[in-house]
């Protein structure tokens, strides 16, 4: 398993809808999301193959996360990562809305 060589860093690009995760400056992956109200639902996560296996996408997460606790909003995981992710740490289940066919329908509109 490699190991990244400097602490990956989280940031919330809200022009993009996403958090990106860098490692030594390079992008190494994100999760997208879109804003319904007080919702915040993530439907995408990546991490480059390059840094696989680093733990990146639990660390990216956990980020959103604490920001999302900042900003009061909840969580839609309707991304199969987020939605794993949430049922293992069940110590968030406090800021999580359903996937329901009403979300659904409306991030298909905003995503097109």
Request: with cysteine; charged share 30%.
């Amino acid at each position: 398993m490699n190991e990244p060589s400097a602490a990956p860093t989280v940031e919330r690009v809200d022009a993009r809808h996403r958090y990106e995760i860098s490692v030594d400056g390079r992008r190494a992956g994100f999760t997208q999301y879109r804003d319904r109200g007080d919702q915040r639902v993530f439907f995408h996560t990546e991490i480059d193959e390059a840094f696989a296996g680093q733990g990146l996408a639990s660390r990216l997460v956990r980020q959103a996360i604490a920001d999302i606790e900042e900003t009061g909003k909840r969580i839609v995981a309707v991304c199969p990562y987020w939605a794993k992710y949430l049922t293992k740490h069940g110590e968030f289940a406090d800021l999580v809305d359903p996937v329901t066919p009403d979300v659904l329908r409306w991030l298909e509109g905003q995503l097109g």
